[in-house]
């Protein structure tokens, strides 16, 4: 069995900033990716931003050039730096992990305020 423990997250203002972090521990067979994904009431979940494996990390369109994604400095983790928050960017945030089989954080609120 695999956890993901989520930190970060909560109430900023308009064009301030947040950090979440994300830590797996557990049977992890193999480390494929880890990301966040957000949801909206009412909606899907929608990738936010990932790191693969292999490859560069991904992004939704809206959080180009705002948001970063890196490994941290301990073993599968994975943190999210979220500047020049919009309104429009609160959520729930949700930590992803496949590894290869799929699992997900509990959520971690994030509220920007105009």
């Known amino acids: 069995q695999v956890q993901l423990v989520e930190s970060g997250g909560g109430l900023v203002q308009a064009g301030g900033s947040l950090r979440l972090s994300c830590a797996a521990s557990g049977n992890i067979f193999r480390f494929n990716s880890m990301g966040w994904y957000r949801q909206y009431p009412g909606k899907q979940r929608e990738l936010v931003a990932a790191?693969?494996?292999?490859?560069?990390?991904i992004y939704a369109e809206s959080v180009k050039g705002r948001f970063t994604i890196s490994r941290g400095n301990a073993k599968n983790t994975v943190l999210l730096e979220m500047n020049s928050l919009k309104p429009e960017d609160t959520a729930v945030y949700y930590c992803n992990a496949k590894f290869p089989d799929e699992y997900w954080g509990q959520g971690t609120q994030v509220t920007v305020s105009s």
């Open positions: 790191v693969i494996s292999g490859a560069p990390p």
